[in-house]
Nanobody, 123 residues
Framework: QVHLLESGGGSVQTGGSLRLSCAVSGDTRRTYCMAWFRQAPGKEREGIAT????????LYADSVKGRFTISQDNAKKTLYLQMNSLKPEDSGIYYCAAVHNWCTLKVDMYDIWGQGTQVTVAS
């Protein structure tokens, strides 16, 4: 079984940067796609970036293209999300997720989730 643990959230000013990490543990042999999602208060969870185990299938939500970068360090079994030029609308709980399937930004396709880390961007 795969376990995910996010870290790196916090509070920043508009225009600032944060780097989120997701430590992956357990049996990852069946993990093919990793992704970041976020959920703002009162809103549905949305997919923002994906990456396959071999570094391919980089997908980004339009709202974060050019500002966020997903990456991974397979040796460290860690997934990252570099977030630059942060805006107040980027605030929310950020989750990493995994699935043994093709990459997609659809929430319902993922069956392994971390507990989330809070990101707050002050205006």
């Amino acid at each position: 079984q795969v376990h995910l643990l996010e870290s790196g959230g916090g509070s920043v000013q508009t225009g600032g940067s944060l780097r989120l990490s997701c430590a992956v543990s357990g049996d990852t042999r069946r993990t093919y796609c990793m992704a970041w999602f976020r959920q703002a208060p009162g809103k549905e969870r949305e997919g923002i970036a994906t990456i396959t185990s071999n570094g391919g299938s980089l997908l980004y939500a339009d709202s974060v293209k050019g500002r966020f970068t997903i990456s991974q360090d397979n040796a460290k079994k860690t997934l990252y999300l570099q977030m630059n030029s942060l805006k107040p609308e980027d605030s929310g709980i950020y989750y990493c997720a995994a699935v043994h399937n093709w990459c997609t930004l659809k929430v319902d396709m993922y069956d392994i989730w971390g507990q989330g880390t809070q990101v707050t961007v002050a205006s």
